[in-house]
Nanobody, 124 residues
Framework: QVQLVESGGGLVQPGGSLRLSCAAS????????MGWYRQAPGKQRELVAR???????NYADSVKGRFTISRDNAKNAVYLQMNSLKPEDTAVYYC??????????????????WGRGTQVTVSS
């Protein structure tokens, strides 16, 4: 099973930027969909962004225009560029991989693989 490891989280001031990376232990070519979820304390998990192998991209309304997801199949990696960060973006961010788009479609979806998460804190 492919292992996913996130990095790039940290503490940032409102309006700042962070770039999250997700490194896979093996090829991500078998995963039609890669995505980023987040979960804040006391809140439900949220699907933040998804990218398919065909290049189709979807974002949660809450991050449209501020976050950008990308994938590099050659490096077996997925990235999440986060700009204009807000305190409400504070959460643990998880990388996920799905063999089909349905595996990463909603907050309730069940991806084939999950990372352990990286903390993002937006605070002054």
């Amino acid at each position: 099973q492919v292992q996913l490891v996130e990095s790039g989280g940290g503490l940032v001031q409102p309006g700042g930027s962070l770039r999250l990376s997700c490194a896979a232990s093996g090829s991500i070519l078998s995963f039609n969909a890669m995505g980023w979820y987040r979960q804040a304390p006391g809140k439900q998990r949220e699907l933040v962004a998804r990218i398919t192998s065909g290049g189709s991209i979807n974002y949660a309304d809450s991050v449209k225009g501020r976050f950008t997801i990308s994938r590099d199949n050659a490096k077996n990696a997925v990235y999440l560029q986060m700009n204009s960060l807000k305190p409400e973006d504070t959460a643990v961010y998880y990388c996920a991989a799905g063999e089909s788009s349905r595996k990463i479609a909603t907050a309730q979806s069940r991806p084939n693989s999950w990372g352990r998460g990286t903390q993002v804190t937006v605070s002054s």
